[in-house]
């Protein structure tokens, strides 16, 4: 059979890319991983992004399941029995951030304002559980809302935790020269490899105190909090603003999503070095498969909704 005519375009590395709009808003989703690729409000950008044709890097704009962080060499027991999954951070021997970030996500519905995308976690050697994995992207007058819902569609209970990992942006300087407020009062505690190994107030650390509003400055920030301080709204909220008073915003419910990882960008070297800063809402800490701490058993057929608002600080 001969063909005739042009070949197709090859689709971009970060997937088919499905943009919505709203006033002055546009947002990009790419498949691969559900990944909120850009975001930006009448040409300002709200979050970190990256080119169509690149690999996502720094699992920008990802959404992090049926595990956020990290997973003490891969391994856990759950139900009696010991399982193991591939190590994805070889240098710290962990497994990091799920599967679904490198899953591609088929289009279930759109329209101009919103989209939705599914993916399935089918079983696996490591993790012998069958999840259903739906995320929605909408943008309104307040921003760019995303719930992610995880239904167990399986015939087994399934440990699952989520987490998403968008970087916010306060206009072109570095994180250095932004202020953060991050009203959370705990602190999680760590080993040489990223591990948690307690708790501690902030008060404890105090340049990784930012109740009250301040600049970050030189600090190095790859931490997790929780603790998380509702607002007169009943949601927290964190956000990062520039010296002319604009910024961005993360806000969600700390009784659904009670732990959040925050990462400065530290890559020197790289065009990504302290560019945004990582604002990561999870439902658990790194290692829960292990720990306990903050995991979610969902039964055959129960579900996990949880959602966040992304939106602009307005000088």
């Known amino acids: 059979m001969t063909s005739t005519g042009h070949p197709a375009a090859p689709r971009p590395r970060s997937g088919a890319q499905h943009t919505i ?16 690729r850009e975001l930006v409000l009448d040409g300002r950008a709200l979050v970190a992004g990256f080119e169509a044709d690149d690999v996502r890097p720094m699992s920008r704009g990802g959404l992090l399941a049926p595990w956020p962080n990290r997973l003490d ?31 591609d996500w088929a289009l279930e519905t759109a329209t101009e304002e919103s989209v939705t995308l599914t ?73 040489d490899r990223l591990l948690p190994t307690g708790t501690a107030p902030v008060t404890q650390q105090p340049s990784k105190d930012y109740r009250e509003a301040r600049a970050v400055g030189a600090t190095v920030l790859d931490d997790a909090f929780t603790g998380l301080r509702a607002g007169a709204d009943g949601m927290f909220t964190a956000s990062v603003v520039a010296a002319d008073g604009t910024g961005t915003a993360i ?8 732990w959040t990882q925050v990462y400065s960008s530290d890559k ?13 809402p999870m439902t658990c800490p790194a290692n829960a498969f292990n720990s306990g701490e903050g995991l979610l058993v969902l039964e055959p ?15």
């Open 21 to 36: 709009t709203h006033g002055g808003y546009r947002a990009t989703i790419a498949s691969v991983g559900a990944t909120l």
């Open 73 to 103: 060499a891969g391994t856990y027991t759950f139900a009696g029995r010991r399982l193991r999954v591939p190590i994805t951070e070889p240098e710290r021997n962990n497994a990091n951030h799920g599967f679904v970030s490198w899953q």
């Open 301 to 315: 057929g129960a579900s996990h909704t949880a959602s966040w608002l992304i939106g602009p600080v307005r000088a």
């Open 119 to 191: 993916t399935r976690i089918v079983p696996v050697p490591g993790y012998p559980f069958d999840l259903v994995q739906r995320a929605t992207y909408a943008l309104t007058d307040e921003g760019l809302r995303t719930t992610v819902e995880g239904r167990n569609v399986g015939a087994d209970a399934a440990p699952y935790g989520l987490g998403a990992h968008p970087y916010l942006v306060a206009g072109d300087s570095p994180v250095d020269d932004w202020t953060l407020s991050l009203p959370a009062e705990t602190l999680v505690l760590v080993d």
């Open 251 to 258: 806000s969600w419910d700390p009784a659904v999503l009670p």
């Open 268 to 280: 020197p070297g790289t065009p990504f070095h302290r560019a945004g800063l990582a604002v990561e």
